[in-house]
């Protein structure tokens, strides 16, 4: 009568102790602003592990925001690595527009997405906090040249991923700064 609840119980703890990879912890990556998650929507198909490399430097002249973060994935057979796509987030005087063909980002963020890059702008306020002058700071992702898709529905599926990776970093960017 009593071993059935001790057995359920057993196996309720088993569950929580030994979690499978769907419910691994993610790790953040490019200064905190992207989930593993959402970096590893953009892939070239080779497969691979996701990494990222981050470095932060004063902008050109007298802008003062310059952040990179290159996202590589590990080769199966060797310790390189590839890269797949750079996310750049900077300050910046100009709006540059919209590129050919690009769609609209959605969801309240302004910028747009392209099946190989995608920009977002942040908030006004965003530029301040952050100590530029400037009046954009933007969040830039370009995919290397293997990363490109053929075919309708991979140019569709490829900006939809562009869009969620920088609406997710820019959003991020925007939480962190209080903006």
């Known amino acids: 009568m009593f071993a059935l609840p001790t057995v359920v119980a057993a196996a309720t703890l088993t569950l ?6 769907d419910e691994r912890p993610t790790r953040s990556l490019c200064f ?3 989930s593993e998650t959402t ?3 953009i892939d070239d198909g080779k497969g691979g592990e996701i ?3 981050e470095w932060e430097r004063k902008g050109k002249g007298d802008l003062t925001v310059m952040k990179t973060c290159v ?4 080769n199966p ?12 987030i900077e300050d910046t005087r100009i709006d540059g527009g919209q590129a050919k063909g690009a769609v609209p980002l959605g969801n309240g963020m302004t910028g747009w997405a392209t099946a190989t890059e995608a920009v977002a702008r ?10 530029s002058t400037a009046p954009y700071i933007t969040v830039t992702l370009s995919k290397s040249s293997g990363v490109e898709k053929h075919g ?3 140019q569709d599926r490829a900006v939809r991923d562009s869009a969620t990776v920088v609406r997710e970093s820019a959003a991020n960017l925007a939480r962190a700064e209080s903006c």
């Open 71 to 74: 996202l590589s994935r590990g």
């Open 39 to 41: 970096a590893e929507l």
């Open 32 to 34: 905190g602003t992207l």
């Open 16 to 21: 929580v102790l030994w979690p499978g990879d």
């Open 122 to 131: 942040l908030p006004a306020a965003c530029a301040r906090s952050m100590g």
């Open 51 to 53: 990494s990222s490399q």
């Open 152 to 154: 309708a529905e991979d």
């Open 77 to 88: 057979d060797s310790t390189t690595k590839r890269g797949v796509y750079s996310l750049i």
